[in-house]
C-alpha cells in the first residue's frame, strides 16, 4: 500500500466525517468512497500480479500473502434448542441449526427432487454458518447459512441481471421512490430520504407518526410470489 492510496483512504475518513457533520453531501462522499474502492482493487490486483511473476524467485513472501488472505474459521459455540437447553455436541447443535434453517424454507421440492448436477453434489454439501449478532451467540436465529454457488450459476445470474435490469431501466418500472434493490441506491439513501421528509414535517409543526416492523428471516420466509406482484 503506497502513500497515495493511503492519503485518499484517510481522505475518505475525513469526508465521511464531514458527511456526518453536514458540511459534505451524499453524492460527494459516495463518489469518493468509489473512487477509494477502484485504487484498492487496482492496488491489490497490481500487488497479486507482481507476486505471481516473482513467484519462482520469491516464494517466501508469496505464501505469507496467501496466508493473510485465509482467514481462521471459529467453531459454533453453545446453542439454545427448543427446549431452551444449552447444547454443546457438534452433533446436537448441527441438528438445532438444521431445524432453524429449514424452517425458512417454504418450497415444496426436497434436495432429493431438485435438480443439481450430480458433479457439484459434493460441493452444495459444503456450507459455512455466519454469525449475524456477535452477542447473542447462543440463539440459532441469529445464524445464517451461506452455501456456494457454482462458476456457472454466477455467470447465468450476471446474463440475467445485465438483461432485467436493461428491461426495467428502459421501461421504468422501478418508481424513483424504490431504493432497496435499485442500482446506486440502498437502505442508506432510503433513510436520508426518509429523515428528509421527517425534518421537513416537523419544521412545519406537522405530526410525525412512525411504526417500525421487524421480520426474522422476513425474505426467506415470506411469499415472494406476493413480493414481485406487490
Known sequence: MNKELLDKLKHKKEAYRGWKQGWVTWEEYRDIVQA????VRKAKAYQELNLERDVKGNKKDFSKYIGDKRKAR?????LLN???????QDMEKAEVLNTVFASVFTSKTSLQESQVPETR?????KEDVS???EDQKEDPGNYRLDSFTSIAGKVMEQLILETTSKHIKDKKVIKSSQHGFAM???????????YDE???LVDEERAVDIVYLDFRKAFDTVSLSWVWLG
Open 82 to 88: 427448543e427446549a431452551g437447553d444449552l447444547v454443546t
Open 131 to 133: 454469525l449475524v449478532e
Open 198 to 200: 421527517m425534518s421537513g
Open 184 to 194: 446506486g441506491k440502498s437502505c442508506l439513501t432510503k433513510l436520508i430520504n426518509v
Open 121 to 125: 453434489q459434493k460441493d452444495w454439501s
Open 74 to 78: 471459529e467453531n459454533v459455540g453453545p
Open 36 to 39: 477509494c474502492r477502484d485504487e
